[in-house]
């Protein structure tokens, strides 16, 4: 009897051993199996000490081996937990990284950050498909145990979370190629600013040293036909690239669309009035020469009276 109890001691000792190697799916497997054991034990009805004594001995075997796999389930938890905070340790040294180097998170750099974090946060080392992958392993290991439910709970935690980073990544791909777009538009209208700062500095310095008529007026005209109305011509064309790009992309139906559209209409607008103010200027230019010049002179030409009035033409 000693030798049998030594002997059953020493296949539990290696059993053991075993499981501290075996994979997951094996312990599983293990657990399986002596679960099956112990319900055909318990069916033979055997009321013997030997049969109480060997469902007791399986009893004991399944005991612990599902102890085991609670624990190895708990270490591999414990690492797509710990790629989890790896993940957001990334993202916080990402938003760190912004603020430091006073990036606009809105701007094409800012939004390329992001995208690229995005990307890391799913397909990365500790990325969402990583963790995904480890617990679905670890559901199909828990099949009947008590920890089953709670594991697949996790495992639809993060599936939905992938769904939300392919949403996200989405959404900032087409805000990405949206600033890109705004870009040269933006560029043209900071220049635009600094060109009326220019215009005003321009007015200002003008009256200081008292200069006024037509030699004050000339120089600021000149500014802007050839400073300012180019570059509005450039913010316009920039507009109308961005808005083109908007409608292939959105449609017409969307409020991007719709915002990309007035701005264009705008910069028609601001281009128009600096074009009707120069227009404007150039005509009274004109009629102040035609007074000057008018009227002149007058004379006879094969019985029909002429005069050098430039707005008048021929005959008086």
Not at 8 to 18: D, E, I, P
Not at 117 to 127: A, D
Not at 244 to 272: C, F, M, N, P
Request: overall charge positive; glycine content about 8%.
């Amino acid at each position: 009897m000693a030798a049998a109890n030594k002997a059953w001691a020493n296949s539990v000792m290696s059993f053991l051993q075993g499981l501290t190697s075996a994979t997951l799916g094996g312990i599983a497997n293990t657990v399986a199996g002596l679960q099956n054991q112990v319900v055909a034990l318990t069916m033979k009805a055997d009321t013997s000490e030997a049969g109480q004594n060997l469902i007791a001995r399986v009893s004991a075997l399944l005991e612990a081996t599902e102890f085991a796999l609670g624990e190895r389930l708990g270490r591999v938890q414990d690492r797509i937990n710990q790629m989890a905070e790896a993940t957001s340790l990334q993202r916080g040294r990402l938003d760190r990284f912004l603020q430091i180097r006073e990036i606009d998170p809105s701007s094409p750099r800012g939004l390329a950050q992001e995208l690229m974090q995005l990307r890391r946060e799913n397909t990365g080392r500790f990325g969402l498909r990583s963790q995904i992958k480890s617990q679905r392993g670890l559901v199909r290991a828990a099949a009947g145990t008590p920890e089953e439910q709670q594991l697949q709970d996790r495992l639809d935690e993060l599936v939905q979370q992938a769904v939300d980073n392919a949403l996200q990544r989405t959404l900032t791909r087409r805000a990405l190629a949206r600033a890109r777009d705004l870009k040269p538009f933006n560029m043209a209208s900071e220049t635009g600013a600094r060109q009326q700062f220019e215009l005003q500095r321009m007015t200002l310095n003008q009256q200081l040293r008292g200069v006024t008529g037509d030699a004050g007026q000339t120089q600021l005209d000149a500014f802007m036909k050839n400073t300012m109305l180019p570059n509005l011509k450039a913010q316009e064309r920039a507009a109308n690239r961005a808005m083109v790009r908007e409608k292939h992309r959105t449609g017409t139906d969307s409020q991007t669309y719709i915002e990309a559209r007035r701005r264009w209409e705008q910069a028609v607008l601001d281009r128009l009035g600096l074009q009707v103010q120069l227009a404007e200027k150039n005509n009274d230019d004109t009629n102040k020469i035609a007074r000057v010049l008018g009227g002149q002179l007058s004379f006879d030409f094969m019985g029909q009276g002429f005069t050098d009035t430039i707005n008048s033409g021929v005959g008086v």
